[in-house]
């Protein structure tokens, strides 16, 4: 082999030098050809000549140095081979594009409330001394208003049950689609069934999920996985969002802001209850949810958000003594 030790260490530390200085050859590969060539061709026999000038380095630089517009030459037309490829695909990505939105534009997207009119709308303006007085009273009314753990079993008017509901339908909703959904259970064995659901998973939450900072939290208040209201009070109200609906055709028809709407229809429905004359329960039952839409046989498409237990506070019953922030640490005028 006609190569030494010294001679490739030489051959190395030109191919280094010479990326330094001509950048372009350490990052494209049609470059470096032609000196990989070189070394091929000083391995062979009859070049024994060609390696002493070679180990010179001198050749090696004016062969770069002669090679470098040729190079170039070929690397850009390469880079411009790739470049074209790619406008081309952009093209044609364009296109499919635009066809796809012409298409979309043709179908022709009807809104889930139909056509509707709009009416004027009457509404009295009241003199300022009335809105305050109004507000204020109602203001008095709703912070009487309790959560409520221990209820008499004095049964309540259904009709009273139903105005309760028809307020909480006057929440507004995302595109008015309206996503609750409403269980009112009165059957003492259904009450039953659904307190037997709701025992075996809060014990569980209580002792293994919801661990020591939470419990200890919640134990100013004296609750715990026992749940005696649930049968106690004359109707449990079980609210499901719908997370979406149906159109009469059978396509889905998509539900904006499901959660919030229900939450601000559950506030509506608390507040009634309250101005009603009656007591409830705001109840979240962890991890209970599958069981209870398998158990009222509600479809899929419907989540268990809140259960609350309506009715008349218990005798004897209490409240935690506890206060409420003034408004000025909630709220902020700019």
């Given at each position: 082999m006609l190569f030494s030790l010294s001679s490739g260490i030489q051959i190395a530390a030109i191919m280094v030098f010479t990326s330094i200085i001509f950048p372009f050859l350490a990052s494209n590969l049609l470059s470096v050809v032609p000196l990989l060539l070189a070394v091929f061709l000083l391995n062979q026999k009859g070049?024994?000549?060609?390696?002493?000038?070679?180990?010179?380095?001198?050749?090696?630089?004016?062969?770069?140095?002669?090679?470098?517009?040729?190079?170039?030459?070929?690397?850009?037309?390469?880079?411009g081979k790739k470049v074209e490829v790619k406008r081309k695909k952009?093209?044609?990505?364009?296109?499919?594009?635009?066809?796809?939105?012409?298409?979309?534009q043709d179908e022709v997207v009807k809104p889930a409330l139909g056509e509707v009119t709009h009416v004027p709308f009457n509404w009295p303006i009241l003199s300022d001394e009335v809105l305050i007085q109004r507000s204020r009273q109602f203001y008095e009314d709703v912070n009487k208003r309790r959560t409520m753990r221990f209820y008499s079993e004095r049964p309540v008017p259904r009709a009273v049950i139903d105005n309760l509901l028809r307020a909480a339908g006057t929440s507004p909703s995302g595109a008015h689609t309206e996503p609750w959904t409403y269980v009112v259970v009165a059957d003492p064995d259904m009450k039953a069934a659904v307190r037997d659901i709701i025992e075996r998973e809060e014990e569980i939450n209580y002792t293994q999920r919801m661990g020591n900072k939470w419990t200890t939290d919640l134990a100013p208040l004296k609750t715990d996985w026992n749940k005696p209201y649930l049968t106690a009070a004359p109707y449990l109200v079980l609210l499901f969002k719908q997370t979406h609906g149906y159109m009469p055709n059978g396509e889905v028809k998509v539900h904006y802001y499901n959660e919030i709407s229900c939450?601000?229809?559950?506030?509506?429905?608390?507040?009634?209850?309250?101005?009603?004359?009656?007591?409830?329960?705001?109840?979240?039952?962890?991890?209970?949810?599958?069981?209870?839409?398998?158990?009222?046989?509600?479809?899929?498409?419907?989540?268990?958000?809140?259960?609350?237990?309506?009715?008349?506070?218990?005798e004897g019953a209490t409240v935690p003594n506890i206060a409420r922030k003034p408004v000025e640490e909630f709220s902020v005028y700019i």
């Open positions: 070049f024994k000549s060609g390696l002493l000038r070679f180990k010179s380095g001198q050749a090696a630089f004016q062969w770069m140095l002669s090679t470098k517009g040729t190079n170039t030459s070929i690397s850009s037309s390469f880079s952009e093209e044609v990505n364009k296109k499919e594009k635009k066809e796809e939105e012409e298409e979309t939450a601000i229809s559950a506030g509506i429905f608390i507040t009634a209850a309250n101005q009603a004359g009656l007591v409830t329960l705001t109840s979240t039952p962890l991890n209970c949810g599958p069981a209870l839409r398998s158990l009222l046989d509600r479809p899929d498409n419907e989540k268990l958000m809140m259960l609350m237990p309506v009715g008349f506070p218990a």
